[in-house]
């Protein structure tokens, strides 16, 4: 086969409709259940976005996103057990997860452990490469509890 014919075949077989190159895997995040749970979060419905993260995180075990968003929620009902749970099940499943390291961060904070915090802000210090906002947010509250503390 000379090159411009194996060319061609190399070329419709990377356009047809069958092959790899157009096919998008389905989304395993289940958007609908995460895009409701972030209108309870909006609305500050924190009640809600527990009811709907619970069975999501359920379905999808595998989901960071999901068990942020949990953690986030818990937190805001000042459940700190099962927030600070279903943060680090979220930084298991992605130890580079920006949300899930700035939120258990704050959690520490408010729970008066800035060693702990302090851990989650070199983190995302090191995964940042060049500051994001999840790192400047969290070094903002770090900042504030330090100089409430008095340290």
Same mark, same amino acid.
């Given at each position: 086969?000379?090159?411009?014919?194996?060319?061609?075949? @190399?070329?419709?077989?990377? @356009?047809?409709?069958?092959?790899?190159?157009?096919?998008?895997?389905?989304?395993?995040?289940?958007?609908?259940?995460?895009?409701? !749970?972030?209108?309870?979060?909006? $609305?500050?419905?924190?009640?809600?976005? @527990?009811?709907?993260?619970?069975?999501?995180? /359920?379905? $999808?075990?595998?989901?960071?996103? =999901? %068990?942020?968003?949990?953690? %986030?929620?818990? &937190?805001?009902?000042? &459940?700190?057990?099962?927030?600070?749970?279903?943060? $680090?099940?979220?930084?298991?499943?992605?130890?580079?997860?920006?949300?899930?390291?700035?939120?258990? =961060?704050?959690? %520490?904070?408010?729970?008066?452990?800035?060693? *702990? !915090? /302090? @851990?989650?802000?070199?983190?995302?210090? /090191?995964?940042?490469?060049?500051?994001?906002?999840?790192?400047?947010?969290? *070094?903002?509250?770090?900042?504030?509890? &330090?100089?409430?503390?008095? $340290?």
């Amino acid at each position: 086969m000379n090159r411009i014919a194996l060319l061609a075949s @190399v070329l419709l077989l990377a @356009v047809s409709p069958g092959s790899r190159a157009n096919y998008d895997p389905p989304d395993p995040a289940a958007p609908s259940e995460l895009a409701q !749970a972030s209108k309870f979060i909006e $609305n500050k419905n924190w009640t809600g976005a @527990v009811a709907t993260l619970i069975p999501f995180t /359920r379905a $999808n075990p595998g989901n960071a996103d =999901g %068990y942020n968003l949990l953690g %986030y929620s818990y &937190r805001h009902l000042k &459940r700190y057990d099962e927030s600070l749970a279903a943060y $680090n099940r979220a930084l298991t499943l992605d130890p580079k997860h920006r949300g899930a390291h700035e939120y258990i =961060g704050e959690a %520490y904070i408010q729970l008066g452990q800035l060693d *702990k !915090a /302090r @851990v989650h802000l070199d983190a995302l210090d /090191r995964i940042c490469t060049f500051s994001c906002q999840e790192y400047r947010d969290l *070094k903002k509250a770090y900042e504030a509890a &330090r100089l409430t503390r008095g $340290n």
